[in-house]
């Protein structure tokens, strides 16, 4: 399968695609951690599962968040995942404060983040504290490009995403 940009689902310019991969433009990635980080207007960013994680997983069951008001440090956990597979942290790439979680999303449907990673699957909002210093730990564009076919080959991984109910 050729790798190839295209118009993205997640309200992003376009993304990318390797072996069924989806890295959306416009967002930073952590992508030794499979984590994505969206600026936002406000001085917040988002954060949420890339696309390489929610397949490492399979299937989500539980999620527990970290409360709003936790003040964290880079690399800390903000939630916990549990998978069929697996239990691990959820790590954030910038140290600040949970200001909102989307823990209502996944109580609603807990595969969110295996159908729509990108989108209505994020995970916690934070407020960052040192985001300039920060920064530097996140990648883009080409960067996060090459960065993220590399992750990909290295864990030899083909991406895949649960169907919407109803679906085929």
């Known amino acids: 399968m050729k ?11 376009e993304a990318f695609v390797h072996r069924g991969c989806e890295l959306p433009a416009g967002l930073l990635y952590a992508i030794d951690r499979d984590v994505w ?41 903000a ?23 989307n823990e209502e999303t996944f109580v609603r449907d807990i ?10 699957g994020w995970l916690v909002r934070v407020r960052p504290s040192d985001l300039e210093a920060e920064r530097a730990g996140l990648v883009d564009g080409e960067a996060a490009r090459r960065r993220f076919i590399a992750r990909i080959e290295q864990l030899g991984i083909s991406c895949m995403r649960c169907a919407e ?4």
């Open 165 to 168: 109910e109803g679906t085929a």
């Open 111 to 120: 595969l969110a983040a295996n159908k729509d990673p990108y989108g209505r």
């Open 37 to 77: 980080v969206r600026l936002e207007p406000d001085g917040a960013v988002t954060l949420g599962m890339m696309d390489t994680a929610q397949t490492q997983c399979g299937k989500i069951v539980h999620v527990r968040f970290k409360p709003v008001g936790r003040t964290l440090r880079c690399q800390q956990s």
């Open 3 to 13: 790798d190839k940009p295209l118009r993205s689902r997640y309200g992003t310019p």
């Open 79 to 101: 939630a916990t995942i549990e998978s069929a597979k697996w239990v691990g942290p959820f790590p954030t790439p910038l140290s600040g404060e949970i200001v909102a979680t």
